[in-house]
């Protein structure tokens, strides 16, 4: 799902996980470096409308030249 995004559903919990060491890309706008990202709302449930949408970047302070 998405860029370094894992989940399963274990009983009534939904357990999300991403590496926080994995490689970081850089945003389109180039203001954040990008951990990981569902891209976008993803449906969880093949039989549900119940969505997950997450973003988990880091905030580029200064612009490389």
Do not use: P
Not at 18 to 37: C, F, P, Q, T
């Amino acid at each position: 799902m998405g860029k370094n995004v894992q989940f399963k559903i274990d009983g009534d919990k939904l357990i999300v996980e991403m590496n926080l060491s994995e490689h970081k890309e850089e945003s389109k706008s180039g203001k954040s470096l990008i951990i990981a990202s569902t891209r976008g709302n993803k449906r969880i449930f093949q039989d549900k409308d119940v969505f997950l949408g997450l973003n988990l970047y880091e905030k580029i302070t200064q612009k490389k030249e």
